[in-house]
Nanobody, 124 residues
Framework: QVQLVESGGGLVQAGGSLRLSCAASGRSFGTYAMAWFRQAPGKEREFVASIGRSGTYTYYTDSVKGRFTISRDSAKNTVYLQMNSLKPEDAGVYYC?????????????????WGQGTQVTVSS
């Protein structure tokens, strides 16, 4: 089992950048594929990006391609989401998720473990 703790959220102006971190505790971080989801008020939680166990596979939702980068550091048991050129529509609570399955799913049911979320606010 893995525990996930997100950090790095905050308030940023449109066009700015933030880097989110997700620290994983527990054993065998390398056996988990990781992902980021986000949820805006009144909306369902949506997939943002995922990264495979080795870090070579990454996948993004269309709206963040070219602006967001997901990465992982196995030495630190941490996954990151670098967010550039932020837009007001990127705002929401960002959640880190993990799965011991292949990790190429984009639905919430594809991930077994979740963090508590970190708030991202983008002012226009």
């Amino acid at each position: 089992q893995v525990q996930l703790v997100e950090s790095g959220g905050g308030l940023v102006q449109a066009g700015g950048s933030l880097r989110l971190s997700c620290a994983a505790s527990g054993r065998s971080f390398g056996t988990y594929a990781m992902a980021w989801f986000r949820q805006a008020p009144g909306k369902e939680r949506e997939f943002v990006a995922s990264i495979g166990r080795s870090g070579t596979y990454t996948y993004y939702t269309d709206s963040v391609k070219g602006r967001f980068t997901i990465s992982r550091d196995s030495a630190k048991n941490t996954v990151y989401l670098q967010m550039n050129s932020l837009k007001p529509e990127d705002a929401g609570v960002y959640y880190c998720a993990a799965t011991q399955r292949l990790g190429r799913g984009t639905g919430t049911n594809d991930y077994e473990y979740w963090g508590q979320g970190t708030q991202v606010t983008v002012s226009s």
